[in-house]
């Protein structure tokens, strides 16, 4: 639940980043995404990548202390 949090926050920020970048390089003003269904499509995909890098962190993190675990019976 907490990872489901964090990536829609994630996902907010990603697009506010992505935002700024374009109108960085391009020399807008600001982004018009046309309509509600492309911010959408945007946010899914990027709670999406945050949700999996998260997720691959948790799994890194619990074998990391099960190979902890492991070294120290030994």
């Given at each position: 639940?907490?990872?489901?949090g964090?990536?829609a926050?994630?996902?907010?920020?990603?697009l506010?980043?992505?935002?700024?970048?374009?109108?960085?390089l391009?020399?807008y003003?600001?982004?018009?995404?046309?309509?509600?269904?492309?911010?959408v499509?945007v946010?899914a995909?990027n709670?999406?990548?945050?949700?999996s890098?998260l997720t691959?962190?948790?799994?890194?993190?619990?074998?990391k202390?099960?190979?902890?675990?492991?070294?120290?019976?030994?």
């Amino acid at each position: 639940m907490i990872r489901a949090g964090v990536a829609a926050f994630l996902s907010v920020f990603l697009l506010l980043f992505e935002g700024f970048i374009v109108i960085k390089l391009k020399g807008y003003t600001g982004i018009y995404f046309g309509d509600i269904h492309l911010l959408v499509s945007v946010l899914a995909m990027n709670f999406f990548f945050a949700f999996s890098i998260l997720t691959h962190i948790k799994i890194w993190i619990e074998n990391k202390g099960i190979e902890e675990t492991e070294a120290g019976m030994k």
